[in-house]
């Protein structure tokens, strides 16, 4: 049984950044895909970024691309999301999720943006952009 634990959130000004983490344990293979999501208030939650098994499968959200950059550390287990020029539309609740079977990890050793393929949450932290 996987278990996901985020970290990192908080409260920054406009213009500002955070780096959240998401630790992974229970789960001893590489061969999974992350995804970060995030929930405003009042929204639906939403794909923000995915790494597959390697760094050559990843994927932003268009509203984030180039702002953030998501990394993981096989060797300790963990994943980050390294958030840029942070606006206070970005304030959510984010959560990390890992797939560890779907047809597109399998397939295509791929991530996927789309939240039904994932197996495992964490339990969210909070990031508020605010002056």
């Known amino acids: 049984q996987a278990r996901l634990v985020e970290s990192g959130g908080g409260l920054v000004q406009p213009g500002g950044s955070l780096t959240l983490s998401c630790a992974v344990s229970g789960f001893t293979s590489d061969n999974f895909a992350i995804g970060w999501f995030r929930q405003a208030p009042g929204k639906e939650r939403e794909g923000i970024s995915c790494m597959g098994p390697s760094d050559s499968s990843t994927w932003y959200l268009d509203s984030v691309q180039g702002r953030f950059a998501i990394s993981r550390d096989n060797a300790e287990n963990t994943v980050s999301l390294q958030m840029n020029s942070l606006k206070p539309e970005d304030t959510a609740v984010y959560y990390c999720?890992?797939?560890?079977?779907?047809?597109?990890?399998?397939?295509?050793?791929?991530?996927?943006?789309?939240?039904?393929?994932?197996?495992?949450w964490g339990q969210g932290t909070q990031v508020t952009v605010s002056s």
């Open positions: 999720a890992l797939d560890t079977g779907s047809r597109i990890l399998q397939l295509f050793n791929a991530c996927s943006p789309g939240q039904d393929v994932y197996d495992y």
